[in-house]
């Protein structure tokens, strides 16, 4: 089993920017086999996929973030990061990280929060 701790969140205002981390513990070889995305639950909203990463690299994004956040990953650490700029107060929710599609439990999550 794979256990996720996320963090690096905060209170930033718009345009500011935040470095989201997703470290992993117990079965590390499955966290870096998969693909790892980040989700993001908004206040009211279903939890949405932001950005996905492959276990070789490969990059995907929502349109609503493209060209602002930038996934990335460090196997060896069993990490993965998202790189958020130029952020906007609609980006505010509370950031989680799982495998695409998800296979494991849900960590506590990163509250974000993006004042205007």
């Known amino acids: 089993q794979v256990q996720l701790v996320e963090s690096g969140g905060g209170l930033v205002q718009a345009g500011g920017s935040l470095r989201l981390s997703c470290a992993a513990s117990?079965?590390?070889?499955?966290?870096?086999?998969?693909?790892i995305g980040w989700y993001r639950q908004a206040p009211g909203k279903q939890r949405e996929l932001v950005a996905t990463?492959?276990?070789?690299?490969?990059?995907n994004y929502a349109d609503s973030v493209k060209g602002r956040f930038t996934i990335s990953r460090d196997n060896a650490k069993s990490t993965v990061y998202l790189q958020m700029n130029s952020l906007k107060p609609e980006d505010t929710g509370v950031y989680y990280c799982?495998?695409?599609?998800?296979?494991w439990g849900w960590g506590q999550g990163t509250q974000v929060t993006v004042s205007s």
């Open positions: 799982n495998a695409d599609p998800t296979i």
């Open positions: 990463i492959s276990s070789r690299g490969n990059t």
């Open positions: 117990g079965a590390t070889f499955g966290f870096r086999i998969n693909a």
